[in-house]
């Protein structure tokens, strides 16, 4: 497939709550030059007026409300929605830096798949990390190379671009699929999305380029992660995703036949491989 030489943009921004946080990210993203094709804001029956700030910020912001419950679900309704060539992966809470998108889009046009922000590539930092996540996330990104043969320096950072023609190789659970009964998440609806799209693009053998990030801290209130509920659920992400590619390999190669490979990562001497923090 031929994809744009002057590809068009959708950010997708998950929301919940993020009223006070909108009003700040919205005319920075509206500001980006060459200027974005869409911002899709998705709702998660936010009660601070959310949507209605949304609207009155950037009032061309497309609105989706999200199908169930969590982050992953918000960002699959968001992709579902997406009318671009590129879709970007955008955080709510003044975390991100609009100014970077640029750098995404450049190097999804030079021949990437998928644009993986990294804190930690030469060029990235954070002013919202703590040792515990740092190690956290190391020992979870040393697990996910290991894993799928990939050289991800920041597995779990959420800042990522990618062409919209691989939504189909992602499989993400079906935004028109009910929520359970029992009120759990669908896999692939929570925080574990960043690895079940890293995991997913590995086994599909994709060419994948890390973008180095600054990770600012969130302009209000206080983030939802969970350091220890969430790493664990991002290492049960690892181990259940690495049976999924080899279940997936066994049905689609036939003897004598190699399955997909790994995913290609473009590396330089001077960026780092296994050092992250877990977000």
């Not at 609207?55 to 009318?83: S, Y």
Request: glycine content about 10%; charged content about 20%; hydrophobic content about 40%.
């Amino acid at each position: 497939m031929r994809r744009s030489d002057d590809p068009s943009v959708s950010v997708v921004i998950p929301t919940r709550n993020e009223a006070r946080n909108l009003q700040a990210v919205l005319p920075t993203i509206a500001s980006i030059r060459p200027a974005v094709h869409e911002v899709i804001v998705v709702d998660g029956n936010s009660v601070d007026g959310t949507v209605e700030t949304a609207r009155q910020v950037l009032p061309w912001v497309r609105i989706v409300e999200q199908t169930r419950k969590g982050k992953g679900n918000a960002l699959a309704c968001g992709f579902a929605a997406a009318t671009g060539d590129i879709i970007v992966m955008f955080d709510a809470d003044g975390s991100a830096d609009p100014a970077e998108i640029p750098a995404f889009v450049a190097a999804l046009k030079a021949g990437a798949d998928f644009a993986k922000g990294s804190r930690f590539a030469r060029g990235g930092g954070s002013a919202d990390i703590t040792l515990l996540r740092r190690t956290g996330n190391a020992g979870l990104n040393g697990v996910a190379n290991a894993l799928f043969g990939t050289r991800h320096s920041d597995l779990c950072y959420g800042y990522n671009a990618f062409w919209i023609d691989l939504l189909p190789q992602l499989q993400l659970p079906p935004i028109e699929t009910p929520a359970t009964d029992n009120g759990l998440l669908l896999w692939g609806d929570g925080f574990e999305i960043e690895t079940v799209l890293a995991c997913r693009v590995a086994a599909a053998g994709l060419r994948v380029t890390e973008v180095p990030s600054y990770e600012r801290q969130r302009y209000f209130g206080v983030t939802n992660l969970r350091t220890f509920a969430d790493g664990l659920r991002v290492l049960r992400t690892l181990a259940a995703e690495r049976r999924r590619a080899t279940r997936q390999r066994s049905v689609h190669a036939g003897p004598g036949t190699a399955g997909p490979t790994s995913s290609s990562l473009d590396t330089r001497a001077d960026r780092p491989t296994t050092t992250g923090s877990m977000r």
